[in-house]
């Protein structure tokens, strides 16, 4: 599917909330973040909006960083980091995927979605629209000490 391993470049802190709140998260639903870094996303979904949440990381130094934040933050009955490549893991049982990934990897990561993803799922991604998908709402955000404004894009399957 693919090679391109997509770099790693955090959500701004103050850009989550918004993005799970896009996607009205509720408690106890199953967030997937694919490529979750340094687990920023997972730890917001767990710990601010109750969902369970998976986070799939490639990277074992990002694994290990968001593993250890986890535990210290006695979130571990929550969360789930699978140290895989995000196209092996499957995605059915996911009610909201809140990602930062670019548009090739969303483009590529697509026939997956239709896939596997259930009607009413939702996904939001900063910054990035998957290709010729129609979006159910943009929102338009200011990160903290960026000079532009950025989008987040929602999605519903
Ligand atoms: C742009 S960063 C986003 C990090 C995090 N989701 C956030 O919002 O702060 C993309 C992440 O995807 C990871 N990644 C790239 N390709 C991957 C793959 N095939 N499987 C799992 N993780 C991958 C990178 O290591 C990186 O941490």
Redesign the pocket.
Known sequence: MMNY???????PEDIIPKMLTLASVMPNEMVF??????G??VITAAKDFHARVVG????RR?VRECRRKVRMMGLSHQITISC????KVSLRKADVLA???SSY?LNLLAPKFMKELRPGVRIVN?DYQIPDWTTAREIEVMPAGWEKPHSIFLYVM
């Open positions: 391993t997509e770099p790693y470049i955090s959500t973040d694919l490529g979750s870094g340094d920023r996303m799939v990381e490639i990277r990002l895989r490549n995000f196209k990602m930062y990934l990897t900063f």
